[in-house]
Each structure stands twice: as C-alpha cells, then as structure tokens.
Nanobody
Framework: QVHLKESGGGLVQSGGSLRLSCEAT????????MGWYRQVPGKQREVVAT???????FYSNFAKGRFTVSMDIPKNTVALQMNRLTPEDTAVYLC???????????WGAGTQVTVSS
C-alpha cells in the first residue's frame, strides 16, 4: 500500500508564490509517474501537472509558464512550485503516484491553496 501526504498549502495574495510537496511512503517498488490535480467544490477534478521518472512533464494550459513540477525519485517525492498565483488558482491540490504494482492510482488527501485578491 502507498500513502501520500501533501504539504505546503496555505493562504497567499494574488501574484504570490507557493511550493507544494508530496511524499509517498509505504511499500514502494517503483513509481514511474507522479503529479498534481486540483479540485474546486462543484467542479470536476482537473490535472495541473504530471512528471515521469524519465523527466517528461505535462502541464495544463493554465499552469504553463507559472508552475513547475519536479520529482525526487530516491525520496519518492513530487513538488509543485506555483508562481504568479491568481484567485482562480484557489482549490484543493491533490498529488498522485502511479506505483507499478498498484492496480489503481494512489492519491493524497489534498492541501488547500487559497489566493486572495
């Protein structure tokens, strides 16, 4: 079983920055991909950014140029540096990990990010 724990959320003013971190613990053989989604009440969960162990990344359009995803493979962690935040970025941010021996994606509980105008 894989457990994910996010940290780094909080309240920030528009234009500010936050860095989210997520650590995977438990029985881990190999994690080829990790990343971040976000969710606002009443809306569908949407992908923010993903990263593979070979360094390949994906960013949603709203994240390009503002957010940077990184992965520390030996430590089984993924981070999300978020710059130039706007109130529209307010959401619960959840990390995920695709451990090779799991049938389903593992998810963290989420961390709240609130951007004030």
């Amino acid at each position: 079983q894989v457990h994910l724990k996010e940290s780094g959320g909080g309240l920030v003013q528009s234009g500010g920055s936050l860095r989210l971190s997520c650590e995977a613990t438990g029985i881990i053989h190999r994690i080829p991909a990790m990343g971040w989604y976000r969710q606002v009440p009443g809306k569908q969960r949407e992908v923010v950014a993903t990263i593979r162990s070979d360094g390949g990344t994906f960013y949603s359009n709203f994240a390009k140029g503002r957010f940077t995803v990184s992965m520390d493979i030996p430590k089984n962690t993924v981070a999300l540096q978020m710059n130039r935040l706007t109130p529209e970025d307010t959401a619960v941010y959840l990390c995920f990990a695709d451990e090779v021996r799991l049938d389903e994606r593992a998810w963290g509980a989420g961390t709240q990010v609130t951007v004030s105008s």
